[in-house]
């Protein structure tokens, strides 16, 4: 099937797959493919192995990335879904703070191709020690695997400007492994609610990515 844009910014499809323009291009990340199409070069995104993209698959329609977006990515891993994020706010900035120093050297390295990726080697439950150099960012996201997963969000959102929006993935396992998923994801976005935010979506991530929600909201 020939690739087409599709209704989120920066984000292209081929049919089965979603696609972003490859930024760096004959360059590929994680193993995933490069298609051509017009003399342009596009990378594969897995939603098996992105969560954000898991939730555009599972009819996601909220999309605050745009091509010159800051975003602050909390628990950037490897740089997976990183660099699917720099591919998308091409001139943009991607601040992407990761907690362990062994994910932070691929951090690193993809950073040097990537001049809009900024690594941060940082712990999301401590924001005053990386968020004084950001200024308002347009989009948070965060993906990080330990518990109070949004109480570390509501901490971090004073680094969002006001009408931004917000992505917390809820990972259960990492919540409490005795609890059912389903009243994890809710407790998570009556937190958020409670806190003033306005609630968005709530969207499971299955099949793609088991026991995972995507939170998404507006900061008003
Ligand atoms: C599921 S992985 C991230 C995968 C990545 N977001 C992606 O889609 O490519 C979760 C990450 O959160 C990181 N993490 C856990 N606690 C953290 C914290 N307090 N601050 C920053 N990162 C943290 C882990 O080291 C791990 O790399």
Redesign the pocket.
């Known amino acids: 099937m020939p690739i087409r844009p599709t209704e989120w910014e920066g984000v292209a499809t081929d049919g089965p797959w979603l696609l972003t323009r490859n930024r760096v291009p004959g360059t590929s990340v994680y193993g995933e493919s490069l298609p051509r199409e017009g003399g342009i070069e596009y990378r594969r995104w897995d939603a098996n192995r ?2 954000l993209a898991a939730y555009l698959k599972c009819g996601g329609r909220v999309w605050g990335f745009r091509a010159t977006s800051s975003v602050l990515y ?4 490897s ?4 660099s699917h994020v720099s591919d998308i706010c091409r001139d943009g900035t991607i601040t992407a ?4 120093a062994r ?1 932070f050297r691929d951090l690193l390295r993809l950073a040097e191709t990537r001049p809009n990726l900024v690594p941060v080697l ?4 401590k924001p005053e020690t990386y968020g004084g150099r950001l200024g308002a960012v347009d989009v948070l996201y965060q ?4 518990r109070e997963q949004a109480g570390i969000f509501l901490k971090n959102l004073r680094w969002m400007r006001p009408g931004g929006t917000g992505y917390l993935v809820v990972k259960a396992r990492s919540e409490d492994m005795a609890q059912a998923p389903a009243r994890i994801f809710e407790a998570a976005k009556l937190e958020l609610l409670n806190a003033g935010l306005k609630i968005l979506d709530l969207r499971v991530l299955s099949p793609y990515q088991l026991d995972h929600a995507a939170l998404v909201v507006q900061k008003t």
């Open positions: 992105s969560k909390l628990g950037a891993g740089g997976t879904t990183a703070v990761e907690i362990s994910a940082g712990d999301a439950t993906d990080v695997a330990q």
